[in-house]
């Protein structure tokens, strides 16, 4: 598929987006590269940013030639792993034992709630993530348990790299192929997104279900 020339005139590619689309191109086209490095990075920060919506947009920005593809699956990886290296530096100053008294003060979840987690990722983090980074609401938030339990940050880095490189170069490459049309990738992307937050309040319902049995048998 071939792709219209770069822009002559600045905001051209803002054209007809508004809101957080508008405003994440516009960054891309003034800073290039490292503009979205910022956006992506962004996503980790403040989830609400999704990445299923900036890294399409990168990829349509590459393809009206703000910068090349290769600068943008790699600017944005680079701006993933450094948002993900903050979260977990969070976490790891938060620490096991302040997580873990959080954790134990709320409703209807106990401390060893949290010791079968802290095991669990302890035995799988590496896995956790890999495939963390690959899946819609989890990608944003895996990076806080593996700096609470202290994965080694070489081992940390590898991972989420890994799993972020093979997650923004599908997105941002399906934004490069369908140009203007990127839109399709964000509604196609939100569909697992729903499934996501779906299974997440499936779990949720039957944990607060068998923990209210388990009291009421008391």
Same mark, same amino acid.
Request: charged share 15%.
């Given at each position: 598929?071939?792709? &219209? %020339?770069? &822009?002559?005139?600045? +905001?051209? $590619?803002?054209?007809?987006?508004?809101?957080?689309?508008?405003? *994440?191109?516009?960054?891309?086209?003034?800073?290039?590269? !490292? +503009?979205?490095?910022?956006?992506?990075?962004? @996503?980790?920060?403040?989830?609400?940013?999704p990445?299923?919506?900036?890294? &399409?947009?990168?990829?349509? %920005?590459? +393809?009206?030639?703000?910068? /090349?593809?290769?600068?943008?699956?790699? =600017?944005? #990886?680079?701006?993933?792993?450094?948002?993900?290296?903050?979260?977990?530096?969070?976490?790891?100053?938060?620490?096991?034992?302040?997580?873990?008294?959080?954790?134990?003060? $709320?409703?209807?979840?106990?401390?060893? @709630?949290? @010791?079968?987690?802290?095991?669990?990722?302890?035995?799988?983090?590496?896995?956790?993530?890999?495939?963390?980074?690959?899946? !819609?609401?989890?990608?944003?938030?895996?990076?806080? &348990? *593996?700096?609470?339990?202290?994965?080694?940050?070489?081992?940390?880095?590898?991972? #989420?790299?890994?799993?972020?490189?093979? =997650?923004? #170069? /599908?997105?941002?490459?399906?934004?490069?192929?369908?140009? +203007?049309h =990127?839109?399709?990738?964000?509604r196609?992307?939100?569909?697992?997104?729903?499934?996501?937050? %779906?299974?997440?309040?499936?779990a949720?319902?039957?944990?607060?279900?068998?923990?209210?049995? *388990?009291?009421?048998?008391?």
């Open positions: 598929m071939t792709h &219209p %020339a770069a &822009p002559s005139a600045s +905001g051209e $590619l803002t054209e007809g987006l508004t809101g957080v689309a508008g405003w *994440a191109v516009g960054l891309m086209e003034s800073l290039g590269g !490292p +503009g979205a490095a910022l956006v992506v990075g962004l @996503d980790n920060l403040f989830p609400p940013l990445s299923e919506l900036v890294l &399409p947009l990168a990829g349509f %920005a590459a +393809g009206r030639g703000v910068f /090349g593809f290769g600068a943008a699956v790699f =600017w944005t #990886t680079l701006g993933s792993v450094a948002g993900a290296v903050v979260v977990y530096l969070l976490g790891r100053r938060l620490g096991h034992e302040r997580t873990r008294r959080l954790v134990s003060r $709320l409703p209807l979840v106990r401390a060893a @709630d949290f @010791d079968r987690t802290a095991a669990w990722f302890a035995r799988h983090g590496g896995k956790a993530v890999f495939l963390g980074r690959l899946v !819609p609401v989890f990608r944003s938030f895996v990076s806080v &348990p *593996a700096g609470v339990e202290r994965m080694p940050f070489g081992r940390f880095l590898l991972f #989420t790299t890994a799993g972020s490189l093979i =997650w923004n #170069t /599908g997105l941002v490459g399906a934004g490069y192929l369908l140009g +203007g =990127w839109p399709r990738v964000e196609y992307a939100a569909f697992f997104q729903y499934a996501v937050f %779906a299974g997440i309040a499936v949720a319902a039957v944990f607060v279900v068998r923990r209210v049995r *388990a009291r009421r048998r008391v």
